[in-house]
């Protein structure tokens, strides 16, 4: 009898995990056709958006890790006219380069492209391979930017997961685990390649052309939605092609939706910078090798130990180390401060300092504030190497974003104080 009664069960079960599937089957089949009838009459008109060559889509890839995409447009539309091809990347020198580069950031990316376009001109004889295993080995390409290639530009059934992405399908499956645990991550990816895989299948879509490159649309789909209107903050919802499959939507749970974990907490870093200038040139400097923003140029600086909400004293008798300034007591005057500085870290007596301009940013976890002054000097620094350049040349080479802003501050400090 419980023989029986077991059997019974274990039908009901699989009769459950099979129902399941079919719907899941079908959710996926209606999700790719409206994701694809949404965009095509929807998709921005972009530049990529009108090429498939591998390259190009590589290239505004890239450049749109950590950037929006209108900041890139211009950057893309000036590499492509300056570096057309594959070769021209793999030759191009080092500072045509980071000055292509110049306000984007993270510049370890720039680097990695062009160690890859040597490898394909190396290996590949210049053409950017198809294969997705030898894309995925290229420099600096992970999962993401290899099937966003391959589908894009080749139109192959490869998956792709960022951020968007995630946010999109965590909310229409309800996936409630950390996009970033191992196997939520790993449903999320099987979720993107069925998508992706079922875009094949799917019937023409108005107006259409003969040829639909169905991966390639499906993919930017998913990245479209998650950009446009499934947002981090207030989602469209009421306004979404895909609503009526969308689980958080029903739920009202698009705020828990994705499980991201909490950041920690920001942490305040304060530097202080110098445009010294003698006979109307600047002194600028060339970060090195293996730190951040290696090989851009930036004016003299130095880190001081504390927030701009509890600064130090003017640094009598403090310890200078390692290019940091230590030292606590109770009044502040930031031009005491930099007068000071200048003459211990640099060995520097000023003719004349006044702030010239502060800057605030982000890196990573790290809040930034760059606070600069302009410094006349009639000797040249003993202390400090670099290049000394006039204001009109300082657009020949690549500043650090931050340094960018100090650069015409202190262009227009020099210019009216002639
Ligand atoms: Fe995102 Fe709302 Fe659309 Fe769901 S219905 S996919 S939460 S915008």
């Known amino acids: 009898m419980n023989k029986i009664k ?33 965009f095509s009459q929807n998709a921005r008109n972009l530049p990529w958006r009108h090429t498939r060559d591998p390259y190009a889509i590589w290239v505004s890839e890239v450049m749109l890790q950590q950037t929006q995409v209108q900041t890139v447009i211009p950057f893309w539309e000036r590499w492509m006219r300056e570096l ?17 580069w110049e306000g984007l950031g993270y510049y370890t990316r720039v680097r990695n492209l062009q160690k890859a376009a040597q490898v394909i001109v190396e290996k ?42 995630i946010r999109v399908l965590t909310r229409i499956f309800d996936i409630a685990g950390n996009p970033k645990e191992k196997a939520t991550n790993a449903r999320l990816w099987q979720l993107a390649e069925q998508l992706v895989g079922r875009a094949v299948l799917c019937p023409p879509r108005r107006g259409e052309d003969t040829t639909p490159y169905r991966c390639s649309l499906l993919n930017q789909s998913l990245m479209e939605l998650g950009a ?28 828990e939706l994705p499980n ?24 600028v400097r060339q970060r090195p ?68 301009h502060t800057v605030k940013h982000s890196i990573t976890r790290y809040r930034m504030t760059l606070e600069a002054f302009h410094v006349r000097l009639k000797n040249s620094p003993k202390k400090l190497a670099g290049v000394w350049l006039s204001p009109d040349e300082f657009d020949s080479i690549a500043f650090t974003a931050a340094h ?15």
């Open 6 to 38: 077991n059997q019974k069960t274990v039908s009901a079960s699989q009769r459950d995990n099979s129902e399941n599937s079919v719907n899941s089957v079908k959710k996926i089949r209606r999700l790719a056709l409206l994701l694809l009838d949404w």
């Open 84 to 100: 057309p091809t594959v070769e021209a990347a793999a030759k191009a020198d080092s500072a045509k380069l980071h000055k292509l």
């Open 124 to 165: 590949h004889d210049g053409k950017f391979p198809q294969n997705f295993d030898e894309v995925l080995a290229l420099p600096g390409i992970g999962r993401y930017t290899a099937g966003a290639i391959c589908s894009i530009a080749f139109n192959q059934p490869t998956p792709i997961l960022d951020g968007n992405v």
């Open 228 to 255: 446009l209107v499934c947002t981090p903050r207030n989602p469209q919802c009421l306004i979404c092609p895909v609503k009526k499959l969308c689980v958080a939507f029903k739920e009202r749970r698009t705020d």
């Open 260 to 283: 991201l974990a909490k950041r920690g907490m920001a942490t305040a870093r304060h530097f202080i910078a110098f445009a010294m200038e003698r006979n109307g040139k600047c002194l």
């Open 289 to 356: 090798a293996g730190v951040v923003n290696a090989h851009l140029w930036e004016f003299p600086n130095v880190e001081v130990s504390v927030a701009p909400s509890s600064r130090p004293s003017p640094p009598v008798g403090d310890k200078v180390t390692g290019g940091r300034l230590r030292g606590n007591a109770p009044a502040y005057d930031s031009n005491v401060v930099a007068k000071a500085i200048c003459q211990k870290l640099f060995g520097v007596k000023p003719e004349m300092i006044q702030p010239l």
């Open 404 to 418: 960018k802003k100090l650069a015409s501050a202190a262009a227009r400090s020099i210019l009216s104080s002639r």
